[in-house]
């Protein structure tokens, strides 16, 4: 079963590449590929409220350093694989998530 997985992914991304291909050549289908670039400043609050708030200790959890691995993880694996976009997109995910640990680490 897990020797599969890989194979039946890449079958359905093919077929969804496929499916999407002629949306994603479009200039609204590059703005909308776009978007990613968006995605950590939408952590931007939580980065705010790790430095700022008197209480962080909802914070204070095992989330923040495993997230950086996980996405370290998934960096190395774009700079090998990916488009600039996520490239650049996991670099500031790396960031964003150590931002939040250092500010339970810090405060």
């Known amino acids: 079963m897990l020797v599969q997985l890989p194979k039946m992914i890449d079958a359905i991304s093919a077929s969804v590449a496929r ?30 409220e790790a430095w700022t708030a008197p209480n962080i200790d909802a914070l204070r959890t095992f989330t923040w350093p ?6 370290v993880a ?4 774009v700079v090998h694989n990916g488009d600039w976009r996520m490239r650049l997109v996991m670099f500031v995910w790396v960031l964003t998530m150590a931002a939040v640990w250092v500010a339970t680490l810090v405060r």
């Open 66 to 71: 495993f997230m950086i691995v996980v996405n």
């Open 74 to 77: 998934v960096l190395l694996s």
């Open 19 to 48: 499916i999407t291909k002629p949306f994603v050549e479009t200039r609204i289908g590059k703005i909308f590929l776009s978007v990613i670039l968006l995605g950590p400043l939408t952590f931007l609050p939580t980065i705010y």
